[in-house]
Every structure is written in structure tokens, then in C-alpha cells.
Nanobody, 125 residues
Framework: QVQLVESGGDLVQPGGSLRLSCAASGFTLSYYHTAWFRQAPGKEREWVSCFSNRDGNTYYADSVQGRFIISRDNAQNTFSLQMNSLKPEDTAVYYC??????????????????WGKGTLVTVSS
């Protein structure tokens, strides 16, 4: 059974750090695009970061560039999002996602095939 499970969401103060993880089961992550999206209260879901299996590059939204780092552990079949210098506007439910089609865009939620259920990150003092 294909499944993605996020972990690591928490309450953190502004300027703090948090690491989110996504564990995959039922398939091998190394074959596919992996991505993080988020949805803040009252807003639409937005793309945060991704790893493209097509070109081997990582990509970041302008809002998190320089603060967040996406990584993947193929041996553990997991991928993570290290979030540093967190801001209140980073508060959201964070979702991990996987795109299985080679030519899909790793930054487009419409191109993702599998999703986790989300983990809540709250940045507040």
C-alpha cells in the first residue's frame, strides 16, 4: 500500500528551526520527484520546495529560499525539510508529495500523485 507520512510539526518561536520528515512506504522514493507544499489558514495550498528526479536539482519558493533545505535519504526511503529562521508567516500545515511521472513538474501540485496527510507547523512567540 502506497503511503506518505509526515512528522516533525510543532510550535516554534520566530527565528527557530524545525525539521520535517516524510516516510514513504509501498514504493521507492529515489525513482520519483519529491516535494513539500503548505497551506496556511484561510489560504490556498502553495508549493515550498522540491527535488526533481529529471535533472537532479532542488528548487525553492522565493519565500523560503536561503532558509529551508530539502533533502532525501534513499536508504531510509524518506525525505526531509530543514526549516531555519522561521517566521510567523511560515505557519501552515505542511504536506509532502511525490510525483511519479518523469516529465511532471515537481513544483506543481496538480502533477503530484501521492500526498501525506500533513503536519502542523506553528511559528509564534
Amino acid at each position: 500500500q502506497v503511503q506518505l507520512v509526515e512528522s516533525g510539526g510543532d510550535l516554534v518561536q520566530p527565528g527557530g528551526s524545525l525539521r520535517l520528515s516524510c516516510a514513504a512506504s509501498g514504493f521507492t522514493l529515489s525513482y520519483y520527484h519529491t516535494a513539500w507544499f503548505r497551506q496556511a489558514p484561510g489560504k490556498e495550498r502553495e508549493w515550498v520546495s522540491c527535488f526533481s528526479n529529471r535533472d537532479g536539482n532542488t528548487y525553492y519558493a522565493d519565500s523560503v529560499q536561503g532558509r529551508f533545505i530539502i533533502s532525501r535519504d534513499n536508504a531510509q526511503n524518506t525525505f526531509s525539510l530543514q526549516m531555519n529562521s522561521l517566521k510567523p508567516e511560515d505557519t501552515a500545515v505542511y504536506y509532502c508529495a511525490v510525483g511519479t511521472r518523469y516529465y511532471s513538474r515537481c513544483s506543481a501540485d496538480a502533477d503530484m500523485d501521492y500526498w501525506g496527510k500533513g503536519t502542523l507547523v506553528t511559528v509564534s512567540s
